[in-house]
C-alpha cells in the first residue's frame, strides 16, 4: 500500500539555521507534491506545490525539491525563525483530477531564539 | 485573504446520534473536500466533490457518511449513527480550479464522541 514516511521526530534548530525536512514514499508515482504547515488546533496551510517534472521550487525563505527516482522531497527553510515553529506535512497526489491528497504525518519544527 | 470556516468549531454528540458538520467553502471555489485527522495521527482524506457528485471518496466513507451542497454557499458532512471512533478533527478544504491544485483548509470541527 501507498506508504509516505516523515521524520516522526520533531527537529530542534537555532534560530537563522536552516531547516531541513524528508518525505519519503513507496508504492505510489504522485504526480504532484505539496506542503503544508499545520499549527496546533488549526487547519494545514498550503506552502509549495512541485510537480513530478520539476526538480525544484522556491518562495521566499523556502525550497522544495522533488527527486522521483529516489522517491523523496526536501523541504528547507532558510535563515529561520521562532515563528516557523509548527508541524510540517507533506501531501501526495496523482495526475487524477479529484483532488485527493495523501498525507504523510508531519515532521514538527522547533526554532530556538 | 478569502477563508474556509467551518462550524461548529467543537461538536459533542452522544454514540449513535446523527451530526451534521457545517462548511462555508470560498466563495469561487468549485472543488471541495473533507478530511479528519484522529488526535495524533495523519491528515486522511475522506472525500472529494465538485459539481454536485462525489468526485472520489475513500475507504472511511462508507454508508455512514454522505456530503451535501445544500445551496450555493455550505458544504456539509453528515455521520449518521457516530460511533466513538469516529471522534476526530473534520477540516473542509476547497480548490478553485481543478483537483492539483493548493487546497484551503478550514479550521475544522473537532467532533467528540461520548
Known amino acids: 500500500s501507498q506508504k509516505i514516511e516523515q521524520n516522526s521526530e520533531a527537529l530542534n534548530i537555532q534560530e537563522g539555521k536552516t531547516a531541513t525536512l524528508t518525505c519519503n514514499y513507496t508504492?505510489?508515482?504522485?504526480?504532484?507534491l505539496q506542503w503544508y504547515r499545520q499549527d496546533p488546533g488549526r487547519g494545514p496551510v498550503f506552502l509549495l506545490l512541485i510537480r513530478e517534472n520539476e526538480k525544484e521550487k522556491r518562495k521566499e525563505r523556502l525550497k522544495v525539491t522533488f527527486d522521483t527516482t529516489l522517491k523523496q522531497s526536501l523541504f528547507h527553510i532558510t535563515a529561520s525563525q521562532p515563528a516557523d515553529s509548527a508541524t510540517y506535512l507533506c501531501?501526495?497526489?496523482?495526475?487524477?483530477?479529484?483532488?485527493?491528497?495523501?498525507f504523510g504525518q508531519g515532521t514538527t519544527l522547533q526554532v530556538k531564539p | 485573504e478569502p477563508e474556509v470556516t467551518q462550524t461548529p468549531s467543537h461538536q459533542v454528540t452522544q454514540m449513535g446520534q446523527e451530526v451534521i458538520l457545517r462548511c462555508v467553502p470560498i466563495?469561487?471555489?468549485?472543488?471541495f473536500y473533507w478530511y479528519r485527522q484522529i488526535l495524533g495521527q495523519k491528515v486522511e482524506f475522506l472525500v472529494s466533490f465538485y459539481n454536485n457528485e462525489i468526485s472520489e471518496k475513500s475507504e472511511i466513507f462508507d454508508d455512514q457518511f454522505s456530503v451535501e451542497r445544500p445551496d450555493g454557499s455550505n458544504f456539509t458532512l453528515k455521520i449518521r449513527s457516530t460511533k466513538l471512533e469516529d471522534s476526530a478533527m473534520y477540516f473542509c478544504?476547497?480548490?478553485?480550479?481543478?483537483?492539483?491544485?493548493?487546497?484551503?483548509f478550514g479550521d475544522g470541527t473537532r467532533l467528540s464522541i461520548l
Open positions: 501531501a501526495l497526489s496523482s495526475s487524477s483530477n479529484t483532488g485527493k491528497l495523501i
Open positions: 478544504a476547497s480548490t478553485e480550479t481543478g483537483g492539483n491544485q493548493p487546497q484551503h
Open positions: 466563495s469561487n471555489h468549485l472543488y
Open positions: 508504492n505510489y508515482s504522485p504526480a504532484y
